[in-house]
């Protein structure tokens, strides 16, 4: 069982960023995949631990490759870790995030990245018909002292197709992604109580998770969509 962060991770990724290249990789392969290893251990903690209190059904953690492909940017590896935890669907929805990444890049994220077409438009017909549950979820200060009081993410220049522009919470509605961000500070990133400062964040966010899950597994009457 792995609580930190080994301080590593930050001087490898460093010395990557100033080394972007297969050659380099390959001689030091070694010591990635042995800080790999360590790191893979963390974010199971983080699984274990979400699992106290929520349903966790998958940990899925990236490769360090880049997708070159479609990409201007050619440099084969990435300089971070990163992982997504995935809430049991049907009945449970949203996702938590942890990314690791020197010079003080390193976040987590919780919320909806790239919600499904019927999803999104289920979200911006409910804040259409009644914002004032978001709203107060939204103004909690214990809530927003931790994940802030907006969202952050895409959204479209002025109104979704079939929205008012002028409607009461087009600021939400016009939203593309729904999402909830908090960074750190590499010091805080290797410190003892990174484990359990990004838990109780993760539990914070449990209200806005729960009545999203209750919007998105019901339609506008409030009839159930799941089967039994």
């Avoid at 979400?50 to 050619?74: A, G, Q």
Wanted: overall charge neutral; glycine content about 4%; cysteine-free.
């Amino acid at each position: 069982m792995t609580n930190t962060i080994p301080k590593d991770v930050f001087t490898f990724f460093k010395n990557l960023e100033k080394n972007n290249n297969r050659d380099w990789f390959n001689d030091n392969k070694p010591e990635f995949k042995a800080l790999e290893k360590e790191v893979k251990a963390f974010y199971n903690v983080i699984f274990e631990n979400l699992n106290t209190h929520d349903e966790i059904d998958k940990l899925k953690i990236f490769r360090i490759y880049r997708d070159v492909r479609f990409s201007k940017n050619k440099l084969p590896y990435k300089t971070h870790f990163g992982g997504s935890f995935h809430r049991t669907k049907p009945r449970l929805r949203g996702g938590y995030y942890l990314h690791i990444q020197p010079n003080n890049e390193s976040f987590i994220a919780t919320g909806f990245w790239e919600p499904a077409k019927e999803d999104l438009m289920r979200i911006r017909k409910e804040f259409e018909m009644d914002d004032s549950e978001i709203r107060e979820i939204l103004a909690n200060k214990n809530f927003n002292s931790v994940w802030g009081d907006t969202f952050v993410g895409d959204e479209v220049k002025s109104a979704p197709r079939g929205f008012a522009k002028d409607h009461k919470a087009i600021d939400l509605i016009k939203k593309k992604q729904y999402i909830f961000t908090k960074k750190y500070t590499d010091k805080e990133v290797l410190s003892s109580g990174f484990l359990n400062e990004i838990d109780s964040a993760f539990k914070d966010i449990r209200p806005f998770f729960d009545y999203m899950s209750d919007v998105l597994t019901t339609d506008l009457n409030g009839v159930s969509l799941i089967e039994d």
